[in-house]
């Protein structure tokens, strides 16, 4: 697996998604227990930090990750979980706020985890998502917002943010330049 210096790519997800959860978190920001899903090496839980969270539990596929996750001290607990195959390793209806940066895209995570997401958060508690918008992604885009309306139809769970951003991060890709667009989804647990 080659790893990307998001540095380069001009990587924005991570303190829009921090910026948008800290717009709808009313509650003691200190005292919040944040699940990070596929954490990497915790560039969520440093932008989430700033905005006066401080309890974080992070799970990634990936242990070279995870050990350097483990180097940042920003979390209480770290867990090796490829996601999509058997649950989450984490109790039920525990956290404040789930958050998935960066996972959420065509040949990394399946769709349904989403489902995984909100049966980890509280009730009144916050799970905010990322995709990206580019060509390769709108297939599976289109996937998880069908996945995450029909969650709503089922009172699951309730929209109260969805941002399209256009300069999301920079594009990699030969067939495109410039930037790539993304979305974040806030969705408050019923």
Partial sequence: ??????AVLDYRAPS???NSISTHFSGDREAAVVLDVA??????????????FGHFVGIDGSQAMLEV???SRLYQDLKQCMLGE?????????FDVVVIVGAFSVGQVPVDVVRE???????????????RSNHDNLQ?????????????????????EYSQVEDWERAVSEQEHG???????????L
């Avoid at 697996?1 to 998001?6: A, I, Q, W």
């Avoid at 058997?86 to 525990?94: A, E, F, K, M, Y």
């Avoid at 997401?117 to 995709?131: A, E, F, Q, V």
């Fill in 86 to 94: 058997g649950q989450l390793p984490v109790q039920w209806g525990l």
């Fill in 117 to 131: 997401l909100c049966k980890s958060t509280k009730p009144g508690g916050y799970i905010c998502m990322t995709t």
């Fill in 140 to 160: 599976y885009k289109a996937s998880l917002e069908r996945e995450l309306k029909q969650m709503e139809e089922e009172e699951l769970w309730t929209c109260v």
């Fill in 39 to 52: 954490c990497g090496t915790g560039l969520v839980a440093q932008q989430m930090k700033r905005h006066g």
């Fill in 1 to 6: 697996m080659e790893l990307v210096d998001v």
């Fill in 179 to 189: 930037y790539i667009s993304g979305a974040v989804y806030i969705y408050k647990k």
């Fill in 69 to 71: 996750a483990r180097e």
């Fill in 16 to 18: 829009l998604a921090a």
